[in-house]
């Protein structure tokens, strides 16, 4: 996807803002975008202690003017149950993620890699089991069998390679909802396991790096009415697990001195095959219009002046690896029937 087109598509769902961030694509060389693949939707490890989202306390009481009392009281409805959205927050060892129970997929994960993380190798993810999450209530929970014959991969969303140094710490990174459909060949197990990498190359350069990933349901314009919609397809019998459109990482790449700079940069790709030779910088993007198309906020504590855009202060390029076929079935297992696809 072209930097043109991600800022159409970001600008596409928000008013302040959006000539801005056409502008700044815009003034960039136009490339041609990699397509992506949509269709219309038509439908156990010692884990820190898990929070979910409770309803927050009622407004304040209102408080009538001399003259005026309302006749209703519309947080009275609150007392049989608070409708949502309720996002499950799960805390492990190497991650904590947000879960989105309507879409069967996380909002975000993060996690912190470091030098010296990448260096233990305590897990081994041969010993590690693909598990749905128990902390998330079964009617909203992303099933096993729901990724069964969809022709999509459990893609890790915190790799299993950065947990490493510990195998509970592996284990918590193959739970369902640190999990995506994503396409396999040329995506999950080829371009997107490249840019996991750079990931972990960073701490060569930083003692400190935290990565923020998740995914993103983006809308298209119809070539015919040249109309905006969102559309993606959904996996599962009944169909329940959304397949997003594109990824993204936001990442932080920290120098070690307590307020000291933050190199921080943000990449959207599409869930699609990318070519390898496809330059990373081409899925360059800002922080903000990532922010404008997930709805989240990633550095709004992170002031101005200890910013520094991660692509200026080191290369941004991929060290491609090819693997043999089994290498790329290497993966975790299920304590269920074997499902397709290998996961990273």
Not at 180 to 191: H, I, M, S
Request: charged share 25%; with cysteine; hydrophobic share 30%.
């Amino acid at each position: 996807m072209s930097r043109t087109t991600f800022a159409l598509i970001a600008a596409a769902g928000v008013v302040t803002g959006a000539a801005t961030s056409a502008i700044y694509f815009t003034s960039k060389s136009r490339q041609r975008p990699y397509p992506t693949t949509t269709t219309t939707t038509t439908a156990s490890e010692k884990i820190l202690p898990t929070r979910t989202a409770t309803a927050p306390p009622p407004g304040r009481p209102i408080q009538p003017s001399a003259d005026r009392c309302p006749p209703v009281d519309p947080t009275g409805v609150f007392q049989y149950g608070f409708p949502g959205p309720v996002n499950d927050l799960a805390t492990r060892l190497a991650l904590v993620s947000s879960y989105d129970r309507r879409l069967r997929n996380p909002n975000w994960v993060a996690e912190h890699i470091t030098p010296e993380s990448l260096r233990l190798n305590g897990g081994d993810r041969h010993h590690s089991f693909f598990e749905e999450d128990q902390a998330v209530p079964e009617m909203f929970r992303a099933k096993l069998r729901d990724y069964q014959r969809s022709g999509y991969d459990r893609g890790h969303q915190v790799p299993a390679a950065d947990a490493k140094w510990d195998q509970e710490a592996m284990n918590g990174t193959f739970y369902l909802t640190n999990m995506c459909p994503q396409v396999g060949e040329g995506f999950n197990r080829d371009y997107w396991a490249h840019l996991e990498d750079f990931c972990r190359r960073l701490t060569r350069s930083y003692p400190s790096v935290r990565i923020i990933t998740g995914p993103l349901y983006l809308p298209k314009r119809d070539p015919h009415g040249g109309k905006w919609t969102v559309s993606y397809e959904v996996i599962g019998n009944p169909p329940s697990v959304a397949v997003p459109t594109h990824f993204y990482k936001v990442i932080f790449a920290e120098d070690g001195q307590t307020g000291g700079k933050v190199a921080l940069g943000a990449f959207v790709l599409p869930n699609a095959p990318i070519s390898n030779d496809k330059p990373l910088t081409d899925f360059e993007a800002p922080v903000e219009l990532v922010e404008r198309a997930s709805g989240l906020e990633f550095a709004t504590k992170l002031p101005r002046e200890r910013r520094k855009r991660l692509c200026s202060e080191v290369p941004c390029s991929l060290v491609v690896r090819t693997f043999d076929d089994s290498r790329k079935n290497l993966g975790g297992r299920s304590n269920r029937p074997p499902l397709p696809g290998p996961s990273r």
